[in-house]
C-alpha cells in the first residue's frame, strides 16, 4: 500500500506519496498541496495497478522519435515496396510534426490538427491517412509497452478517400492494343486475359509455365523498390495458379523459347534485377 508523509518548503507543507509500481520498484510523487490530493492520487495508483492500467509517470517522457524508430526497425513482415512507403510517411510526415514530441504530450486535439493541417496543404486522403496510420500505430506499441494509458491518436477524423475513375477496355480494344505492342503483344494478351499483376508477370519464369495444362503457377513477385526490382512473394503472400486461355500457347511458348527454367519469361534487357536508374534513358523494364 501506499504510504503520505508530509515535509516542509519555503511556501509551506507539502505531501509526498510513496507506492511500488507493478514491478515492485519503490517511486514516490512529490508536491501535494493538501492531504486530500495525496490519499485521491495513491487510491487512484492502487486502482490502475489492480486493472493492469498503470503507466510509469517517466515512461511518457520518452519521445516519438525514439519509439517510432525502434517500430520501424520492427517491420520486417512489410512488403518491400509497403515498407519503403511507411519509411517515407515517417520521414515526411510524421517524424518532422512528432519526432521530438514526447508520448506524454501527444495529445488528440493535436493529432487532429495535423492531420486537418495535412489534408489543408493539399495532401491526398491516401497520404494523410498513411501518415496517421504510422502515429497511431507507434502509441498503440506504446500503449502496449506500458508507457501510455491510452492512445490519443484513437478516435481522430480522417479524410475520406474519393474512388478514382476505371477505364476499361473492349475485347477489340485489348487486340489492338496488342497489335500495336508487336513482340511484346502477347504481354498485353498475358496481362488482359489472366488478370496477372504486373510485378507477377515480371517474375515469371520458364519453370511457372505449364503449356500441356495451360496453367501459370504464381508465386513471385518483381517490384521495383526505389530505383531497385526486388523479387518476392506475390501480393498477400498468395500463391496461386492461373489458367491462360488456348490461343495464348504458341505465343507463350516461342516467349519461352530458347530459355532455360531457371530463367524469366519476359526480361527486360538488363534483366530484372537492374536498377532502373542505371538504364539508359527510353528504355524499358520489360
Known sequence: MATIESYETAGGKRYQVRYRTPQATQTKKRGFQTLRDAKEFAATVEVKKMSGEYVAPA???VTVGERGLQWLGRQTHLKPSYSRTVGVAWRVHVSPRWGRS???DVEHSGVQQWVSDMTQRG???TTVIRAFGVLAAILDEAVKDRLLASN???GVKLPRKKPKPRAYLSDAQVWQLAAEAGDKGVIVLLLAYTGLRWGELAGLHVADVDMLRRRLSVHRNAVNVGGQVVVGTPKTHAERSVVF?????????????????????FPNRFGITRRRRECPRGSQVL
Do not use: H, I
Not at 486461355?245 to 519469361?265: I, Q, S, T, W, Y
Open 59 to 61: 515512461a511518457g517522457r
Open 102 to 104: 514526447r508520448l506524454a
Open 123 to 125: 495532401s491526398g486522403a
Open 152 to 154: 490519443p491518436a484513437r
Open 245 to 265: 486461355p488456348r490461343f495464348l500457347v504458341e505465343p507463350l511458348a516461342g516467349a519461352c523459347e530458347g530459355k532455360g527454367r531457371d530463367n524469366v519469361v
